[in-house]
């Protein structure tokens, strides 16, 4: 394994399930320094108590303003700085247009893009030539899925600040890249009430319209992240990559899952 990581200082949101966790995992076991922020704190004091020098676990609701500025602190005497931010953390709320409520649409905004931006920006001062910044999208930013509007506008917004913070810090040698990615095996849709009959047959549906077959695993997604957190990425920038087994090359975009047959 590289030692690449040794020491360095990185910041997971999302970091107790999913990319996030499988992310974590992987620049831990490479000797990193990682704040860890979730909201499933039993997983994460488990992860602390097995790396207790380099894992620092912080329980963060990604809505509140306050506490998203307070991070900045937190890490920072933690950490002692910061070399790289991964921007896992999201939500999903079921609802088109016309039905979506605007308070869930400010929820589902809030974590999954001004969170986003709202750490880019307090951490900017703390990055170093070198230091790489990676999102967490979804082909459904660019590609409107059935029922998940605030969640499709969320997203499409993460790979616009992407592209927009990349071109105002290449100046100072800080890489901003994206990885968009759907769907991934998680636990997202099951947080939302989906039961496991319909996420089987969800998943069903799906494979059938992925090229290599399959749906992502966490680990798919996070191989990704780490390439571009690393020197092997060294001159990409404000790249939006797509780890999808080929399903954006393909016309079936609408999956409907809640109540649908397979």
Same mark, same amino acid.
């Given at each position: 394994?590289?030692?690449?990581?040794l &020491?360095?200082r990185?910041?997971?949101?999302?970091?107790?399930?999913?990319?996030g966790?499988s =992310?974590?995992?992987? %620049?831990? &076991?490479?000797?990193a320094?990682?704040?860890?922020?979730?909201?499933?704190?039993?997983?994460?004091? @488990?992860?602390?108590?097995k %790396?207790?020098?380099?894992?620092?676990?912080?329980?963060?609701?990604?809505?509140e303003?306050?506490l998203?500025?307070d991070? @900045? =602190?937190?890490?920072?005497?933690?950490l002692?700085?910061?070399?790289?931010?991964?921007?896992c953390?999201?939500?999903?709320?079921?609802?088109?247009?016309?039905?979506?409520?605007?308070q869930?649409?400010?929820?589902?905004?809030?974590? &999954?893009?001004?969170a986003?931006?709202?750490?880019i920006?307090? %951490?900017?001062?703390?990055f170093?030539?070198? =230091?790489?910044?990676?999102?967490?999208?979804?082909?459904?930013?660019?590609?409107?899925?059935?029922g998940?509007t605030?969640?499709?506008?969320?997203?499409a917004?993460?790979?616009?600040?992407?592209?927009f913070?990349a071109?105002?810090?290449?100046a100072?040698?800080?890489?901003?890249?994206?990885?968009?990615?759907?769907?991934?095996?998680t636990?997202?849709?099951r947080?939302?009430?989906?039961?496991?009959?319909?996420?089987?047959g969800?998943?069903?549906?799906?494979s059938? &319209?992925?090229?290599?077959?399959?749906?992502?695993?966490p680990?798919?997604?996070a191989?990704?992240i780490? %390439?571009?957190?690393?020197?092997?990425?060294?001159?990409?920038?404000?790249?939006i990559? @797509?780890?999808?087994?080929?399903r954006?090359?393909?016309?079936?975009?609408?999956?409907?899952?809640?109540?649908?047959?397979t």
């Amino acid at each position: 394994m590289s030692n690449e990581f040794l &020491n360095k200082r990185i910041l997971i949101t999302g970091a107790s399930s999913g990319i996030g966790l499988s =992310s974590a995992m992987y %620049f831990l &076991n490479s000797g990193a320094k990682v704040a860890l922020c979730g909201r499933d704190m039993e997983t994460l004091k @488990k992860i602390g108590k097995k %790396f207790p020098n380099q894992a620092s676990v912080i329980n963060l609701d990604l809505s509140e303003d306050l506490l998203l500025f307070d991070l @900045k =602190s937190t890490v920072i005497e933690i950490l002692g700085g910061l070399d790289i931010l991964i921007n896992c953390a999201g939500i999903i709320f079921d609802g088109d247009v016309e039905k979506t409520f605007p308070q869930d649409y400010d929820y589902t905004v809030d974590v &999954n893009l001004r969170a986003v931006y709202i750490l880019i920006k307090s %951490f900017k001062m703390y990055f170093q030539r070198n =230091s790489s910044i990676v999102n967490v999208s979804c082909l459904y930013g660019t590609k409107p899925q059935n029922g998940l509007t605030s969640y499709c506008m969320s997203k499409a917004g993460v790979e616009m600040l992407t592209k927009f913070a990349a071109a105002e810090f290449a100046a100072d040698g800080i890489r901003v890249n994206a990885i968009t990615s759907c769907p991934v095996d998680t636990n997202s849709q099951r947080y939302v009430g989906v039961s496991e009959t319909e996420y089987n047959g969800f998943k069903s549906r799906v494979s059938e &319209n992925i090229p290599l077959g399959r749906m992502a695993n966490p680990d798919d997604i996070a191989k990704a992240i780490i %390439f571009l957190a690393s020197s092997r990425s060294s001159k990409i920038t404000g790249q939006i990559i @797509k780890v999808d087994g080929g399903r954006s090359l393909t016309t079936s975009g609408w999956v409907p899952w809640r109540g649908m047959g397979t």
